[in-house]
């Protein structure tokens, strides 16, 4: 089945920037809108940003002008780059599949992104 693996995080600082990406495997790419969603601890999954394979986004209000998602088509990756950071930004990110054909969800192993000072 769609294999998914996410890389990127660590700690930054406020107003610090990190780069996430997710590479897939398994997967016919374009059967798939691509996103990423993120949990903090005690708290629900929520979804932070999605692209499909037309090009279509869609971004949270929280991190929208502030985070930019982006598909390679070629490589089968989905990276989300995370600018301005804030502490509220801390939490588990995952990636997500979802086929276009039956709504099945496909989930990484989550990355975890830590802002503080």
């Known amino acids: 089945q769609v294999q998914l693996v996410e890389s990127g995080g660590g700690l930054v600082q406020p107003g610090g920037s990190l780069r996430l990406s997710c590479a897939a495997s398994?997967?016919?790419?374009?059967?798939?809108?691509m996103g990423w969603y993120r949990q903090a601890p005690g708290k629900q999954r929520e979804l932070v940003a999605t692209?499909?394979?037309?090009?279509?986004?869609s971004y949270a209000d929280s991190v929208k002008g502030r985070f930019t998602i982006s598909r390679d088509n070629v490589k089968n990756t989905v990276d989300l780059q995370m600018n301005s950071l804030k502490p509220e930004d801390t939490a588990v990110y995952y990636c997500?599949?979802?086929?276009?054909?039956?709504?099945?969800?496909?989930w990484g192993k989550g990355t975890l992104v830590t802002v503080s000072s």
């Open positions: 398994k997967i016919i790419w374009s059967n798939y809108a």
């Open positions: 692209k499909s394979s037309d090009g279509s986004t």
């Open positions: 997500n599949a979802r086929s276009l054909r039956n709504g099945v969800n496909y």
